[in-house]
């Protein structure tokens, strides 16, 4: 054979494919005149972390399900493991070791663990292996310090137990070179994270190699080697992490600069809306929950709080609300002590909440755009007449047509049901619903929690503009990035106590941490 | 009172609660399985109602018990397959799909006799099974009773502890309680939700079909009109009582029998109570009990709610 450069230049193509386990090239994805993924590269090379980045809708979901052979793409090739490959379902692709850790679990909550993992593997005689799944199950736990209990009920397990449980099934079922991983972080809590971060670590030393889907730039940061950014069904950028930055990452993916400093501190604070006295709860079991001698908003600031997750944050907004009662101490509103008050009177008084879980406590899926911005006063006019009989549904769109364009909605029309809009959009609506109802006061409660970068810029934009205007606002929320950029005054919340407050310009992490953990308090007056 | 106390009495009692509860059991034993992969067959009465016909068709027709039975169990599996391809199929709201079955079966029943032995006042009758003693077992004092039973009752019991099996320790039951528990996540794993349900709604069908047969072939020796009068329904409610399981399905079953057996003997007593109260008396029961533990009960998940793969 007579070496030319073509031959040269193959030779170095292959040695270049080599250093690649997977090498998806130029993957086309239609769904009718939309286009999922418009030639899209990824090129994931062997034993690294790789971060697959994207704002929601930007095709990361549709690569990956290309990968795990859930969908056909209609271009370009996959090479792994030195192979081109194409799947024709789920099946075949976990077969050559390819392992999804979908950010919705699949798993059966009313099975136990091993159990969980059996149904996965393939058929193999009509009797349950059950003891040596289990052997297999402790001997993977033990190796990757996984803390799994073979014969645990999986609905009993936490969370991050239960992703731990899908690792397994992972490792157990399909002996997986590459480990797919999507938004595993958006379920659990900053502790959680970080254990994970230590298993993924411990896996990628024993040489499995791992695709890490996210959208948020501290982690991905934090554990990855290299990163590959989508935006609008494009690949647009391959980095190694040391050749780049957040900041960097975050144009990337939004496609224009993104500003994650502090916004604006507070000019006009006014008098105290919102106190708490002496406030002590305990929920029905007795545990005491809250415990908070005296904490207060101002009009126009915005107090943070942050902390771990379960460390009281929920109960104190059901309490801000109205929906329980503290045992001792009082709750007042522009002064008037709330106690023994319903929802309503809260809501009358001026209170206005983004729950923690919008699906569960803030929307109803089923029902359209203007009919979830009218729930929670659909007795007022102009939404209804004679005191909520009849619903007015003309004054009823318009104002929705309204709030949709006012609150940047992306939509398809105020019909369209709120289950179907992406989280984004759906925290759009309750803010809509919630600053639009002459509120006095705002409690969000992790207000961006899966949602979009520029969806969360905006959001805060919006709370921020409430402030403004004289309105006063809590944040709740665990993520501290978002506590610290916007609050005026920060404080961190454990155990149902205020362990102490920081100054959210330039806040002492150290001290932070110490008082997220409960170990360390300070009194507002030493950073004053 | 006395009569109690009376040893003949007791043991009656004791047969005669074995034996009621017998369709109970192999009808709820049915249900189990349809229920454990997320149909809930309230349909249970018409596949009963289909299979009693059927079975005291095949047996005066033929002449053999077993050819009853196995019409019995392909006539019932039939009457399923209507709601089986309905829900799974067709995502057909399961609670009417299982009430058009019942009404569906009930006529088609009747229809289905009278064109095999025309009106008549005096009813068909057959032979029916015989009863076998097992030795020594059958010698034993008050509870010898227990062993001299037909052939269909001893199968009966001794199927509680095969469902079980099946159920939880073997693929095929594992299989099927993920497709009832959580049907997008067993999909995602390589199981086949359709075809599970389908396997699911031909156990129960046989069982149920079976149940039916047993009231005409294996217990009464007749097939008339409302044979069956609400043990499909006490079957459903077995389920629920003995939480899904096999062995507690077994206690629920031997309840609801034990009721049925004292108020036939309760009426025979004619102590001058209208015999309406002591008929009522399997029925109380029922509803006592499934307002005392369906709170406490844990349902598999997704049953009674269809699967529909999302279309890409």
Redesign the interface.
């Known amino acids: 054979m007579e070496l030319t450069t073509a031959t040269i230049l193959e030779r170095e193509r292959d040695l270049m494919e080599e250093q690649y386990l997977l090498y998806m090239q130029d993957i086309t994805k239609k769904f009718g005149a939309f286009t999922a993924n418009d030639r899209v590269s990824l090129r994931i090379k062997r034993g690294e972390i790789h971060a697959l980045m994207g704002e929601n809708g930007a095709g990361k979901s549709t690569l990956m399900n290309i990968l795990s052979g859930l969908y056909q793409k209609d271009g370009g090739k996959i090479v792994f493991d030195g192979k081109e490959v194409s799947f024709k379902g789920p099946q075949e692709a976990k077969a050559l070791g390819i392992g999804m850790v979908y950010q919705h679990f699949m798993l059966i909550e009313a099975m136990t663990v091993v159990e969980n993992v059996m149904l996965s593997l393939k058929s193999q005689g009509f009797q349950l292996p059950l003891a040596k799944t289990r052997a297999k199950i402790k001997d993977l736990s033990e190796k990757y310090q996984l803390d799994v209990d073979p014969d645990a009920l999986v609905g009993d397990l936490s969370v991050g137990a239960q992703q731990r449980v899908e690792i397994i099934k992972v490792l157990c079922v399909d002996n997986a070179k590459l480990i797919v991983l999507d938004e595993p972080t958006a379920v659990l809590t900053p502790a959680e994270a970080q254990g994970l971060f230590a298993i993924l670590r411990r896996l990628n030393e024993q040489g499995h190699t791992i695709i890490f889907i996210s959208h948020k730039l501290k982690e991905v940061m934090e554990i990855c080697d290299r990163i590959t950014v989508l935006r609008l069904g494009k690949s647009v950028a391959e980095v190694n992490k040391a050749d780049t930055t957040m900041d960097e990452l975050g144009s990337f993916m939004v496609g224009r600069s993104v500003v994650m400093d502090h916004i604006p501190m507070a000019e006009n604070i006014g008098n105290a809306f919102l106190s708490l006295e002496d406030v002590g709860y305990k929920s029905a079991d007795g545990v005491e929950r809250l415990s908070i001698p005296e904490f207060q908003v101002k009009k126009g600031e915005i107090v943070g709080i942050a902390g771990v997750d379960g460390n009281g944050q929920s109960e104190l907004a059901q309490l801000l609300m109205g929906v329980v009662h503290p045992q001792m101490g009082q709750v007042k509103l522009d002064g008037v002590d709330m106690s023994g008050k319903s929802v309503k009177d809260f809501i009358q008084a001026g209170m206005a909440l983004i729950p923690e879980d919008r699906n569960a406590m803030g929307l109803v899926g089923a029902m359209s755009i203007y009919e979830n911005l009218a729930l929670k006063n659909m007795e007022q006019a102009p939404n209804s007449k004679s005191g909520g009989w009849f619903i007015q549904y003309k004054e009823l769109k318009e104002y929705a047509k309204k709030m949709v364009e006012r609150y940047d909605i992306r939509t398809s029309g105020i019909d369209q049901s709120v289950g179907s809009l992406s989280g984004g959009n759906q925290q759009k609506v309750i803010l809509a619903r919630e600053i639009e109802s002459n509120c006095k006061i705002l409690v969000a409660v992790h207000p961006t929690r899966g949602v979009d970068i520029g969806a969360s810029e905006y959001i805060h934009s919006k709370i921020q503009e409430f402030r403004d205007a004289g309105g006063a606002v809590l944040v709740i929320s665990a993520d501290l990035d978002e506590v610290l950029r916007l609050s005026d005054r920060c404080c961190v919340m454990y155990e149902g106590k205020i362990m102490g407050f920081v100054d959210p310009q330039n806040p002492d992490m150290q001290k932070l941490s110490l008082m997220m953990a409960g170990k360390e308090g300070t009194n507002e007056s030493e950073i004053a | 009172m006395e009569i109690f106390m009376d040893m003949n009495f007791i043991m009656e009692l004791l047969g005669a609660t074995l034996r009621m509860a017998t369709p109970l059991l192999l009808c709820a034993l049915g249900s189990v399985f349809s229920e454990r992969c997320g149909l809930n067959n309230i349909g249970l009465e018409g596949l009963m109602t289909a299979g009693a016909v059927a079975g005291f068709i095949g047996v005066s027709l033929t002449g053999s018990n077993t050819a009853g039975f196995l019409l019995a169990i392909v006539f019932a599996v039939l009457v399923n397959m209507v709601f089986a391809v309905a829900s799974i199929k067709f995502n057909a709201n399961q609670i009417v799909i299982g009430m058009a079955i019942n009404i569906l079966a009930a006529g088609l029943a009747t229809t289905i006799y009278r064109l095999a032995f025309g009106i008549s006042t005096t009813p068909a009758m057959i032979d029916g099974l015989k009863n076998i003693n097992i030795p020594v077992l059958c010698g034993l004092p008050l509870v010898g009773v227990l062993f001299k039973q037909n052939i269909f009752v001893y199968i009966t019991y001794a199927l509680v502890p095969v469902c079980h099996y099946v159920l939880f ?4 039951g ?2 099927l ?2 497709v009832g ?2 049907p ?3 999909d ?4 086949n939700v359709s075809t599970m349900r389908y396997v699911g709604s031909i156990l129960c069908g046989s069982l149920a079909g079976l149940a039916g047969a047993y009231l005409s072939v294996g217990y009464m020796n007749v097939y008339v009109d409302n044979l069956v009068s609400g043990r499909g329904y006490i079957a459903l409610a077995a389920v629920i009582f003995g939480r899904w399981k096999p062995a507690g399905i077994l206690l629920a079953a031997l309840l609801f029998g034990f009721t049925d057996a004292l108020q036939l003997r309760l009426q025979a007593l004619g102590t001058g109570v209208s015999y309406h109260l002591f008929m009522m008396l399997p029925y109380v029961i029922t509803l006592v009990t499934l307002v005392c533990f369906v709170g406490k009960s ?1 349902a ?2 997704a049953n009674g709610t269809n699967y529909q793969r999302e279309n ?1």
């Open positions: 320790h073997t693929r095929l594992l299989n309680r993920a528990e959580q997008k996540a067993a995602s794993m390589g199981i844990v598999p998940a890409h």
